[in-house]
């Protein structure tokens, strides 16, 4: 079982930045990919961000391609995602979630985990 929490959501203006964290516990977090999903009200969860097992390979939707980071230190069990140059369209509650496999993958349906959220709004 893994148990994942999230934290560094927040209220911040359009162009500004925002760090996410979340935190692990529970199988070793080497041994698996992690991802970062987002839903605003009345849409469909989406991917944001991947990252490979070992850190080596990671995969962004295009909408963030640029402004968005993800990284993670397999020491500390925590995965990152370095949020510039925020958007208002980047309004959203911000999930972690481990994946099943060491590869990334966009597909929801590949995370067995998911933390509860962080909250992420950007006021225009």
């Known amino acids: 079982q893994v148990r994942l929490v999230e934290s560094g959501g927040g209220l911040v203006q359009a162009g500004g930045s925002l760090r996410l964290s979340c935190a692990a516990s529970?199988?070793?977090?080497?041994?698996?990919?992690m991802g970062w999903f987002r839903q605003a009200p009345g849409t469909e969860r989406e991917f944001v961000a991947g990252?490979?097992?070992?850190?080596?390979?990671?995969y962004y939707t295009d909408p963030v391609k640029g402004r968005f980071t993800i990284s993670r230190d397999n020491a500390k069990n925590t995965v990152y995602l370095q949020m510039n140059s925020l958007k208002p369209e980047d309004t959203a509650v911000y999930y972690c979630?481990?994946?099943?496999?060491?590869?990334?993958?966009?597909?929801?349906?590949?995370?067995?985990?998911w933390g509860q959220g962080t909250q992420v709004t950007v006021s225009s």
């Open positions: 979630a481990g994946g099943r496999y060491p590869a990334p993958t966009s597909r929801g349906s590949e995370y067995d985990y």
């Open positions: 529970g199988r070793t977090f080497s041994s698996y990919a």
């Open positions: 990252i490979s097992s070992s850190g080596g390979r990671k």
